[in-house]
């Protein structure tokens, strides 16, 4: 079963708009962490950010800020007034502790930011 | 360099080859991990490793064979290659048992023929 689901395959918008990343997750375990990294068109992973389970707080990081949610089980991540640097596949992961903490990684969704 | 270290970055093989992809990284992390990106299907998990000489099966392990003799050192093989492991394989590393952060290495593109 898909620990991690990214709903959005691909989203298209134009600069300067702001854009929300959608990331469910499911896990039994107390204690997780969960992650967004980006994979920009040359390929590598660049990691964004890391959530424990007991950190509820939201996070602003210049134009990223990400949303957790334990009730909905949701880590939503948002871009405000996007660039066209911001298109590549976003990816939301999960790490347990019953998995050797190994990510689990939603299949990510596609960003295409048009000028 | 510091950091992690995939090679090679490109390889074409013949189905019924075997190949290795080496994974080497500089900062003694315990874990270690291969997963494999194809398209529709994000990254998976092939194998990971908590430490030398201890493995574990991920996802996808199926006609994957690792070890870890030395802490830096984490190579896949793929005893006798087939087109569906055609894809993109990246190696990652952790410093321990909680996660702060995984570092990935660039990735290797295989192309099975």
């Known amino acids: 079963a898909q620990k991690v689901t990214q709903a959005q395959t691909e989203i298209s918008v134009v600069e300067k708009e702001d854009v929300t990343l959608d990331c469910v997750y499911e896990t039994r375990d107390t204690t997780y962490y969960l992650f967004w990294y980006k994979q920009p068109p040359s390929g590598e992973l660049v990691f964004l950010i890391r959530r424990n389970s007991f950190d509820e707080q939201n996070e602003i990081s210049g134009r990223y800020s990400w949303n957790f949610q334990k009730s909905t089980s949701s880590f939503n991540f948002t871009i405000t007034a996007s660039q066209v640097v911001d298109s590549a596949v976003y990816f939301c992961a999960l790490s347990e502790a019953n998995s050797g903490y190994a990510l689990n990684f939603g299949k990510g969704t596609s960003l295409l930011v048009t000028p | 360099d510091a950091g992690i270290t995939q090679s090679p970055r490109y390889k074409i093989t013949e189905t019924g080859r075997q190949v290795t992809l080496m994974c080497h990284q500089t900062?003694?992390?315990?874990?270690m991990f291969w997963y494999r990106q194809d398209l529709g299907h994000g990254l998976r998990l092939i194998y990971y490793?908590?430490?030398?000489?201890?493995?574990d099966k991920g996802e996808v392990p199926d006609g994957y064979v690792v070890s870890r003799s030395k802490t830096e050192n984490f190579p896949l093989t793929l005893e006798s290659a087939t087109r569906s492991q055609t894809s993109v394989y990246f190696c990652a590393s952790s410093e321990g048992t909680v996660p702060y952060g995984y570092t990935f290495g660039s990735g290797t593109r295989l192309t099975v023929v």
């Open positions: 900062w003694s992390h315990s874990y």
């Open positions: 490793s908590a430490a030398a000489d201890i493995t």
